[in-house]
């Protein structure tokens, strides 16, 4: 186990969540782990695992027809399904299983380190599990007729491949980011590599997100410094230069793949 007494307590809930899906899956179903996995894949997020399998061994222009052998490289989403593909290269299609406990694990870490910014540490776990558990409460207490109730329920999120349980997660790394540099320094060499490292991942697997965060960042200045925010950038044009390149980098090495 972990050194740090919380994070122990994040990866055991982590697990029982990921085990309640599951073990009754294993137990009351008796489908081999390929169709097992399909069938329990959130909503469309099945039309990805093809991709998946390309990226995993290096296939990028696959066709279905027999007569078409010479296929141009097919885009893909690679930030988004990269990690499954390491994993699927290494797990087969156990990848699958373990990705959605990673992403449960780190899903609860993230809003860990956000909430322990405002409340004790167990009052911010239990709020993360409350975050994590929004779709199962919406659907026990039967209010997704709600007006808006719906879209939290499938919107805020999901283990569904790779939109919203990977690229989602990207954008709550960018939101811990800018509270950490809100509560901690804001021009620090480490925070603007990592920033630019979430811009470039958000930019190319889901670009609204790579939006919402450089509008959230520029905003985040102008409350910060008012009227001097672009003093501010002048001042510390290395460290923005710095992040605009590790995006551009990300963006570069996954999208024009």
Known sequence: MLRNKNINTILIISIFLFSIKWILSFYFFKENLSVRIIFESVTDGHYYYPLIKYLAFFEFNNSFDPNIDNLKIIPLPIAGIFFHSIFFKIFGFMA????????IFIFLIIFYKIFSYFFSENESIVLSLLLFTIPSIVTILNIENLPYINLLKSNFYTLRVPRLMINTL?????LYLLISMEKEVIFNKKKFILLGLILGLSLSSFYYFF????TAFLFFLIYKFKFNFLKKILEQQKNFVLSIFFSYFQFYLFFST
């Open 96 to 103: 699958f299983v373990v990705m959605e406990l990673l992403a």
């Open 170 to 174: 990207y954008l709550f790394t960018f």
């Open 211 to 214: 939006v919402i965060e450089v």
